[in-house]
């Protein structure tokens, strides 16, 4: 065989090689992200996702930030549950001015109730601070009381409804991290357009 053959063998299979180790690599990082990203409760957030117009993977984001999907989930400020929902906020919205089911607390810690009242509760703040996400989850995490007041503020706000600082810094990292999360169930198990407004 001439040497120019031998030459032309050995960079093809060098080619090939990095072109297998490459889709290898990508494959691991994929599961690697896919197992710390679970894809758990798919049925209740297929089905509040649906009911209350809220895209997938902002529920899964939420979920995964809130609780990392521990239904048992408590915080050490009361928040209870997958979506680590204020026992207060659960009483609102399971009276009768919302949903009227008026539930116990303890029923935040069923995946079923708790994916439901958050993903209608995410619906609610969505719309009631026209249609941003950002702001959305800045009134989930810090309180709808406190993000209408940064609204009214010039300087946390742009004045159209839209927060340009946020002076909480857990609410300021917490909006970071959900959007960073939404970002990766998207890459990992939805089209990259998913529609992220309802």
């Known amino acids: 065989m001439k040497r120019s053959a031998k030459r032309f063998i050995v960079i093809a299979i060098i080619i090939v ?3 297998l180790l490459g889709l290898a690599t990508n494959l691991i990082w994929d599961l690697i992200d896919k197992a710390a990203h679970p894809y758990e409760y798919h049925e209740y957030i297929s089905k509040y996702a649906d009911e209350y117009n809220i895209p997938k993977s902002v529920i899964y984001a939420v979920i995964k930030v809130e609780s990392n999907f521990d239904s048992d989930a408590k915080s050490s400020v009361g928040a209870l549950g997958l979506m680590q929902m204020m026992p207060r906020t659960f009483e609102w919205l399971t009276g009768d001015e919302h949903l009227a089911e008026n539930l116990s607390k303890e029923m935040l810690f069923d995946p079923d109730t708790s994916i439901r009242y958050g993903t209608y509760y995410l619906n609610y703040l969505y719309k009631k601070f ?10 989930y995490n810090g309180g709808e009381g406190n993000v209408a007041k940064w609204l009214k503020d010039p ?17 300021k990292n917490y909006v970071a991290k959900v959007n960073k999360e939404i970002d990766t169930y998207k890459k990992l198990y939805y089209d990259q357009n998913e529609v992220t407004k309802p």
């Open 17 to 19: 090689a990095s072109i």
């Open 130 to 139: 026209d249609n941003n996400w950002d702001t959305a989850l800045a009134a």
């Open 155 to 171: 300087n946390y706000s742009d004045g159209k409804g839209n927060l340009t600082d946020i002076p909480f810094s857990e609410t």
